[in-house]
């Protein structure tokens, strides 16, 4: 599990397709206390650790994996948001993150506002149920504030702080995003559906 608070910005090292896809990916993180088999979120996806040196570490992705995210658009010198998996006790100071990315989406807008950002992403139909005003939803892994839906969109905005400490700096129109849905939100759509065939 995660927050959806990145406390990274890696680098892509290096990419080999043999099989699974083995991405090495540069941190700042101290790697002495990375496990070999720990999960790490790295721009939405929940990714585990194969292999680490002193300044970088590697996890594998699936075709499966490759196909529902954009990581396959990854390359060398890709920019990637990370986050190390919650231990007990850590503060939670996002929201309850999966890293199971629910689907790719597409900016559409860019606005700047004072000194914050509004971004106008695309919804798709499957999960506009799932995303609502004040609720949370997480993007390339950070945990966002939803500020307005419609019927094919919804808005974000992000703070400088935000901007300047993750991959959301270099954003640009047209470009995909991991997407993952308020786990809350599913289960009480979950609930909802079973309450609905009951009645």
Same mark, same amino acid.
Not at 15 to 35: L, P, Q, R, V, Y
Not at 64 to 78: D, Q
Not at 138 to 166: C, P, W, Y
């Given at each position: 599990?995660?927050?959806?608070?990145?406390?990274?910005?890696?680098?892509?090292?290096?990419?080999?397709?043999?099989?699974?896809?083995?991405?090495?990916?540069?941190?700042?993180?101290?790697?002495?206390?990375?496990?070999?088999?720990?999960?790490?979120?790295?721009?939405?996806?929940?990714?585990?650790?194969?292999?680490?040196?002193?300044?970088? !570490?590697?996890?594998?992705?699936?075709?499966? =994996? *490759?196909?529902?995210?954009? %990581?396959?658009?990854? @390359? $060398? /010198?890709?920019?990637?948001?990370?986050?190390?998996?919650?231990?007990?006790?850590?503060?939670?100071?996002?929201?309850?993150?999966?890293?199971?990315?629910?689907?790719?989406?597409?900016?559409?807008?860019?606005?700047?506002?004072?000194?914050?950002?509004?971004?106008?992403?695309?919804?798709?139909?499957?999960?506009?149920? !799932?995303?609502?005003?004040?609720?949370?939803? =997480? *993007?390339?892994?950070?945990? %966002?504030?939803?500020? @307005? $839906? /419609?019927?094919?969109?919804?808005?974000?905005?992000?703070?400088?702080?935000?901007?300047?400490?993750?991959?959301?700096?270099?954003?640009?129109?047209?470009?995909?995003?991991?997407?993952?849905?308020?786990?809350?939100?599913?289960?009480?759509?979950?609930?909802?559906?079973?309450?609905?065939?009951?009645?």
């Amino acid at each position: 599990m995660f927050t959806g608070i990145i406390t990274d910005v890696g680098e892509i090292a290096s990419i080999e397709k043999s099989g699974d896809t083995k991405i090495k990916i540069k941190t700042a993180f101290d790697t002495s206390d990375i496990d070999i088999g720990a999960s790490i979120a790295c721009s939405g996806p929940c990714l585990t650790v194969v292999d680490k040196g002193e300044d970088w !570490f590697a996890v594998e992705a699936s075709d499966e =994996t *490759l196909s529902c995210t954009n %990581l396959n658009e990854w @390359e $060398v /010198g890709t920019m990637v948001n990370l986050e190390r998996a919650l231990k007990l006790g850590d503060e939670l100071g996002g929201h309850v993150v999966t890293g199971h990315v629910d689907a790719v989406i597409v900016l559409k807008n860019l606005e700047e506002i004072n000194d914050s950002t509004k971004l106008t992403l695309s919804l798709p139909d499957d999960y506009a149920g !799932f995303v609502a005003a004040k609720g949370s939803i =997480t *993007l390339n892994g950070i945990s %966002l504030t939803v500020n @307005e $839906v /419609g019927l094919d969109f919804f808005s974000v905005n992000i703070i400088s702080h935000t901007k300047a400490h993750t991959t959301f700096r270099t954003l640009k129109i047209g470009q995909r995003i991991n997407f993952e849905i308020d786990v809350l939100a599913r289960y009480v759509a979950r609930m909802t559906e079973v309450n609905n065939k009951n009645d």
